[in-house]
């Protein structure tokens, strides 16, 4: 018998979507077309000058060239438990910080941490590409809480705890949310925490859009508002979305001490020290002032409803103005079966094919965040192109029959 090539576990992850667009469009763009993509959740501003020169210097340091600890720097560690006390209200000390090679090995980590065979974790759905492949890889079983646009994407305490079982583990808790840009009230959040506290569940909240939030929406930790979950949370966070340091690879967990040192120990097997410039660029982010972030929060605020308005002004769509983060989620449920120049696309997923060929504009479809009939589009993208993507967008759905 010819055993497989590739273990079971392995071959049943999915590739990211998001990447998988947008490394489309970059070859597009590579091969001479003018693609304008709106996958990627990338800020388009360049770190801020004070974050580069503080890696320089690192460089320079003879300290920096050698392990450094597993768990991350000392002073990092110390300087992510000040920044969370400023920023949420959450106190807790430098031995509760796992300093990780990005958010996406935080996420990975916190479920293997947590979870068993069989274990179920309580998934609102939309959700991020990488919480489902996260939650497998350790065995788990995702249980999704679907919302719509008729809420605001927004799980209610009802909806989860009709998904409850005697099975589940963790609620799996984003606000501001990736990819409906969803924000839960203060009081929505204490619902919600509440709850799980009395049926003893662990919460993992992912908080890296913290410092993104528009209009009257404001940024709640649950592990602030209900301090009764006490060990039983665990604080995903990073610099990526705050500081636009996607490429710069640092994320952090925030858990009881038992939980951290689990996590520590894998970390220290899969991957050691995250990258000692990194870490000090890291330090010299958060322990900054949050300047930077307001001014390109001022400028998503203005993309974003430039882009919920244009979005709405197209027949058949229909758009939730997002409060948070740098994404919006329209529903195109509406022009799903029509035709477009002798296609007609039944699934979003066809429909994005298409505008990618024909309008050249690249967009990540619902299927790929667990809600089929929708697209994400980010706005973490220069002015005229959003201008010009979603134009090119209205111009090719316009001509549906």
Request: contains cysteine.
């Amino acid at each position: 018998m010819t055993r497989p090539r590739i273990s079971a576990r392995i071959s049943a992850i999915s590739e990211s979507a998001t990447l998988a667009v947008d490394a489309k469009a970059k070859a597009m763009k590579a091969a001479g077309r003018p693609v304008i993509g709106f996958g990627a959740g990338e800020p388009d501003f360049p770190t801020p000058d004070y974050i580069v020169e503080a890696a320089i210097e690192a460089c320079r340091n003879p300290r920096f060239h050698k392990y450094t600890p597993a768990g991350g720097l000392p002073e990092l560690k110390q300087a992510i438990a000040d920044k969370t006390l400023r920023d949420s209200g959450y106190q807790v000390d430098a031995a509760q910080v796992l300093v990780t090679n990005g958010g996406k090995q935080a996420v990975y980590e916190a479920f293997a941490t947590l979870l068993d065979p069989g274990d179920e974790v309580l998934v609102v759905a939309p959700y991020w590409t990488t919480y489902p492949e996260a939650i497998k890889l350790a065995g788990g079983v995702q249980v999704d809480v679907v919302t719509d646009e008729t809420t605001g994407y927004l799980a209610s305490v009802e909806q989860l705890e009709a998904a409850r079982t005697e099975r589940t583990k963790v609620l799996l808790f984003v606000s501001p949310s990736n990819p409906t840009g969803a924000v839960y009230t203060p009081e929505q959040v204490e619902a919600i925490g509440r709850w799980a506290a009395e049926h003893d569940l662990w919460v993992v909240t992912d908080e890296i859009y913290e410092h993104l939030t528009y209009g009257d929406a404001t940024f709640a930790s649950i592990a602030t508002v209900v301090p009764e979950l006490g060990d039983k949370v665990v604080v995903l966070n990073g610099v990526a979305k705050t500081y636009a340091m996607t490429g710069w690879r640092v994320g952090w967990l925030i858990g009881p001490k038992d939980v951290v040192k689990a996590a520590t120990n894998l970390q220290s097997h899969a991957t050691s020290n995250v990258s000692n410039v990194a870490q000090i660029a890291a330090l010299a982010a958060v322990s900054g002032d949050l300047s930077a972030v307001a001014k390109m929060r001022e400028a998503f605020d203005r993309r974003r409803q430039t882009m919920v308005r244009m979005l709405n002004e197209i027949p058949g769509v229909l758009c939730p103005e997002p409060k948070g983060a740098f994404y919006a989620y329209p529903s195109i449920k509406e022009l799903l079966g029509k035709d477009f120049g002798g296609r007609r696309p039944e699934t979003s997923a066809q429909l994005a094919e298409l505008i990618l060929e024909e309008a050249e504009v690249a967009l990540v479809p619902g299927e790929a965040f667990g809600t089929p009939g929708y697209f994400r589009l980010s706005y973490a993208l220069g002015d005229e192109d959003l201008v010009e993507g979603v134009s090119r967008v209205a111009k090719f759905l316009s001509q549906t029959n």
